[in-house]
C-alpha cells in the first residue's frame, strides 16, 4: 500500500470501462427483479406506449417511475433482443457515476481525481450492481450527477453558479423518474450545507428557476398517468410511499434491527477492498464532530462535512424505514469513495501496485464470470431453452399457473408472459398478485399459442380445472424444475403436435 503507483487518465479510464462492460451478456436474465423491469420495457417496446409501464395487456405496473423501462426499451430497440443489450444502460450508469466521482475529486480531494474514481470503480458493491438490470444504478447516477453539480456551483462565480444549480435540480429530476421520492435524499445534506457553511458566490440550491427545472422534467409523466388512471394518486402515496416507510407489507426486514442487518453487512463487504480506509475515517469522526461545532473549522473543513452529510442524512433516512434491501445505498458509495480517496491522502498512502490492483480486477472479473454459469431456477434463459426444446410450435405466450412468472423469458424467447390464477380474479387493483385468470387466458386470442407451466405438485388442480372448462391438455417433454409445461386445446379441436 505504500509503493508510489500514481495511476494516469488513460489507465484509469480503460479499468473503468472493462469493469462495465465486460461479459455484458454473458449472464441471462435472473427473475423475479431483473425480468419484471425488462418485461415491462418490452411490453412499451412492443406495444408503441412508452407513457403507461405495463406487466402485460391487462395489468399496469406502477411500483416505479418509468426511466429504467426507458432506457431498457431503447437498449432492446438499438442492439435486439438480448441480455447484452437490457444491461447496456446499467453499464453506462456505471461510468457516468465513476466520472461524477472523478469530477467531484477535482474539487473537493485536488490531484486525486484518477484515484477516487478507481476506489469507486473497483468497490464491490457498485461493480456488482453495475450489470443488474433494476433502478439502482440508474438513480446512483442521476444523484451523482446532481450532487457533482451542486458541489460545482459552490466553486465557481454567481453567473455559472446558476447554471449549475439547475443542472443540479435535472439530475434530482431524473433520479425521481427512475425511483420517486428517495431521489430527493441528498437534498437533506445540501439543505444542511446551506445552513452550516458559507456560501460565498454560489447561488442558493433552492431557486425557484431550479425548482420549475426539476418540475418541468419530472412531473409530466406523473401528471399524465394520474390523469388517465383513476385511484393511481392514492396508491402512490399510500402504497408506494406511506406503506414502505412505515410498515413491513413487503417483507423486507422491516424488524427494528432490520437496518443493522441490511445495511451494514452492505457498507463493510460492498467498500470492499478499501473498507479499512473507510473504517478509520469513522474512527476520526469524533474529533471532526468536535471541530465542526465552531464556524470557523465548519469553514476550514467543508470537504469532510460535506461528505459527511452526505452519508449520514440519507442513511438515517433509510435505515428509519422498514423497506431496507441491500441496493438502496448504492447512492452512497459515490462519497464513500471519495472519503476513501480523502483518507487515503490524509494518511499519506497510494494506490496498491498495478499488479495487486489488476489482481483485484481479475477477482471481480472472475465473480461476474462465475456468476453466469451458476445454476439457479431464476435463470430465465434456461427457462426458454426449456420451452423451447419441448414445444414444436410458435409460442406466442407462457403463462406460470399459480408460480412465480419468470418475466425474464419475455426477452429470451420472445414471447409475452403472465402469471395465471386459476380462480377468476375479482377488480383489477393496483399491483395485483396475478396477471389474469384461467378464464380470460383460455378465450385469448393467440389461446393455441399460449404454453402453460404449473409446479408438479399443483398440476392435478390445473388440470382438473382446465378440462372442466370444456379443454384439454397436452403435455410437451418432461417436467423442468419440478414444473409441467404443457398446452391447452378445445375439447373438439384435433391436439397440436
Known sequence: MHSSFKPSLVQTVLVILVLAFAFLGTRAIWD??????????????ESGDWVHPMRNEHVGHWTKPPLAYW????????????????????????????????????????GDENRAALIYATMLLPFGAAQMVTTDFLLAAALSGAMAAWIESRHVDAHRSRRWILLMWLGFALGFLAKGPPALLPLLAVAACSLCLPRGRASSAFHWSGLLVFVAVASPWFAVVIHDTPGLLDYFLGRELVQRITSDDFGRHGEWYGWLQIYGPTLVIGSLPWTGLLWRW????????????????????????ILFLWVLLP??????????????VLPLFTPLALLAARQMRIEA????????????????????????????HKNANDWAEAIRSRVPHKVAEVAFVEDMARYGVHLHLGAAVDK??????????????????????????????????????YWPKARAAIEARGHRVVIHGEPYQER???????ETAPARQ
Do not use: Q
Open 315 to 328: 442513511l438515517l433516512v433509510f435505515c428509519l424505514s422498514r423497506s431496507r434491501l441491500p441496493l438502496y
Open 349 to 376: 498512502r497510494e494506490l496498491p501496485r498495478p499488479a495487486l490492483l489488476g489482481v483485484w480486477v481479475m477477482v471481480l472479473l472472475g465473480l461476474r464470470l462465475a456468476s453466469a454459469h451458476w445454476p439457479t
Open 282 to 305: 469513522l474512527r476520526s469522526l469524533r474529533a471532526s464532530l468536535k471541530n465542526w461545532r465552531h464556524v470557523e473549522t465548519r469553514a476550514g473543513d467543508a470537504t469532510g462535512l
Open 484 to 490: 409441467v409445461i404443457f398446452g391447452v386445446v378445445p
Open 420 to 457: 395465471l390464477s386459476i380462480e377468476p380474479l375479482i377488480g383489477n387493483e393496483f399491483d395485483p398478485e396475478y396477471d389474469t385468470d384461467l378464464d380470460t387466458e383460455l378465450v385469448a386470442d393467440d389461446a393455441a399459442e399460449t404454453i402453460y407451466v404449473s409446479k408438479v405438485k
Open 32 to 45: 423475479p427483479d431483473e425480468g419484471r423491469y425488462t418485461n415491462v420495457a418490452l411490453n412499451m417496446l
Open 71 to 110: 432506457a431498457i426499451a431503447a437498449s432492446v430497440a438499438t442492439f435486439g433482443y438480448n441480455a447484452w443489450a437490457a444491461r447496456i444502460p446499467y453499464g453506462l450508469a456505471f461510468v457516468f457515476s465513476a466520472w461524477m466521482v472523478w469530477f467531484i475529486a477535482r474539487r473537493l480531494v485536488p
